[in-house]
């Protein structure tokens, strides 16, 4: 299988992957991603894509300019299958769908939150998310200014996924493999006739895709659990060739998913010694000044320190969940604390 490594998104290429898949990078604009890579999959009936990337004018020309390039035109896709509902990879399915008539697939979860959002107001968000930072401990800058923009919604899906369903796509075999975590409705793809997986942002072959709570003080879910049992599942596939969402596509997805389990158990490690080492229990803000991220606290900007702040709570709630910390209710701020061994 031809393979790609990282390179800026000037230096991308639509690529032709052999056996009726292609590539094409859309470039996210002002994201450190740089791009999602926006497969296509060849049938009797036109090609199905898998996401569709951000939306923005730059994007649209890329992704149909790069279609245009592999010998295929966008107003013939039959289908998009979205991988999970960030902007990044469902942000252009509705004007695919106007261009084509092409039907939308995602699954039923993230289905379920994308007509959540199409119900919400833009003030009735940033309420939400203002009263989310603070009860997190953030402090007023930082709400502020993480609540000033907002992507837009994706487009509402023409057709619900569960675990297990085939995609419509005639002649070749495209399976729904639920993996939540990263998103509750997050699937990969697996090509069964080609023995290839689609990974949208499960499992990447350097960074680790962001898993987060949100509302960050939710005690009824655990994303990270949920996110590592995934990896499990998608380990039991055996060595099958990856085609992620980002970076660059490798071979044995099962070894890369072993790879990211065995870092989020040091990370969990990590920070139930760090809570245990405390006397007194720290907020969800606190906890993730206090953990490592790719760089110092003070460096990251307040949207950067809302995720951070997500991904904390996820630890957070998953040591909760093996009862090795417990959560202290307070007034305006929930916090958690080491249980005594």
Same mark, same amino acid.
């Given at each position: 299988?031809?393979?790609?490594?990282?390179?800026?998104?000037?230096?991308?290429?639509?690529?032709?992957?052999?056996?009726?898949?292609?590539?094409?990078?859309?470039?996210?604009?002002?994201?450190?991603?740089?791009?999602?890579?926006?497969?296509?999959?060849?049938?009797?009936?036109?090609?199905?894509?898998?996401?569709?990337?951000?939306?923005?004018?730059?994007?649209?020309?890329?992704?149909?300019?790069?279609?245009?390039?592999?010998?295929?035109?966008?107003?013939?896709?039959?289908?998009?299958?979205?991988?999970?509902?960030?902007?990044?990879?469902?942000?252009?399915?509705?004007?695919?769908?106007?261009?084509?008539?092409?039907?939308?697939?995602?699954?039923?979860?993230?289905? %379920?939150?994308?007509?959540?959002?199409?119900?919400?107001?833009?003030?009735?968000?940033?309420?939400?998310?203002?009263?989310?930072?603070?009860?997190?401990?953030?402090?007023?800058?930082?709400?502020?200014?993480?609540?000033?923009?907002?992507?837009?919604?994706?487009?509402?899906?023409?057709?619900?996924?569960?675990?297990?369903?085939?995609?419509?796509?005639?002649?070749?075999?495209?399976?729904?493999?639920?993996?939540?975590?990263?998103?509750?409705?997050?699937?990969?793809?697996?090509?069964?006739?080609?023995?290839?997986? #689609?990974?949208?942002?499960?499992?990447?072959?350097?960074?680790?895709?962001?898993?987060?709570?949100?509302?960050?003080?939710?005690?009824?879910?655990?994303?990270?659990?949920?996110?590592?049992?995934?990896?499990?599942?998608?380990?039991?596939?055996?060595?099958?060739?990856?085609?992620?969402?980002?970076?660059?596509? #490798?071979?044995?997805? %099962?070894?890369?998913?072993?790879?990211?389990?065995?870092?989020?158990?040091?990370?969990?490690?990590?920070?139930?010694?760090?809570?245990?080492?405390?006397?007194?229990?720290?907020?969800?803000?606190?906890?993730?000044?206090?953990?490592?991220?790719?760089?110092?606290?003070?460096?990251?900007?307040?949207?950067?320190?809302?995720?951070?702040?997500?991904?904390?709570?996820?630890?957070?709630?998953?040591?909760?969940?093996?009862?090795?910390?417990?959560?202290?209710?307070?007034?305006?701020?929930?916090?958690?604390?080491?249980?005594?061994?």
């Amino acid at each position: 299988m031809k393979t790609t490594r990282r390179r800026p998104y000037t230096e991308q290429r639509p690529q032709d992957l052999g056996g009726g898949v292609w590539s094409v990078p859309v470039p996210i604009p002002g994201n450190p991603l740089g791009y999602t890579l926006v497969y296509a999959v060849d049938s009797p009936k036109g090609p199905v894509l898998v996401d569709a990337g951000w939306n923005h004018p730059d994007a649209w020309a890329a992704l149909s300019g790069g279609l245009r390039t592999l010998g295929l035109d966008v107003t013939t896709v039959r289908g998009v299958v979205v991988t999970h509902f960030h902007p990044d990879h469902a942000g252009l399915a509705g004007q695919v769908r106007a261009e084509s008539g092409a039907w939308i697939a995602m699954h039923e979860s993230d289905a %379920a939150l994308v007509r959540l959002m199409h119900g919400l107001a833009d003030g009735e968000h940033r309420d939400f998310q203002a009263d989310m930072l603070r009860r997190a401990g953030a402090g007023h800058e930082d709400v502020a200014v993480a609540t000033a923009g907002r992507p837009d919604t994706p487009a509402l899906p023409d057709r619900e996924l569960r675990d297990g369903d085939l995609v419509d796509l005639p002649g070749r075999k495209l399976r729904a493999v639920h993996t939540p975590g990263h998103t509750p409705g997050h699937i990969c793809l697996h090509l069964e006739d080609a023995d290839r997986l #689609f990974t949208g942002d499960h499992v990447l072959p350097d960074i680790t895709p962001h898993v987060g709570i949100y509302p960050y003080d939710r005690d009824d879910v655990d994303p990270l659990g949920d996110f590592l049992e995934s990896l499990d599942r998608v380990g039991e596939l055996g060595p099958l060739d990856a085609l992620p969402a980002h970076e660059w596509i #490798f071979p044995d997805v %099962a070894a890369r998913a072993a790879e990211i389990r065995h870092h989020h158990e040091e990370k969990l490690q990590r920070l139930g010694a760090l809570l245990a080492e405390r006397a007194q229990p720290l907020t969800i803000w606190e906890t993730a000044a206090m953990m490592t991220w790719n760089r110092p606290w003070d460096d990251l900007s307040p949207v950067l320190r809302g995720m951070a702040a997500g991904e904390a709570a996820a630890h957070l709630r998953t040591l909760e969940a093996r009862g090795v910390i417990r959560r202290v209710s307070g007034v305006d701020t929930v916090r958690f604390q080491a249980l005594e061994s």
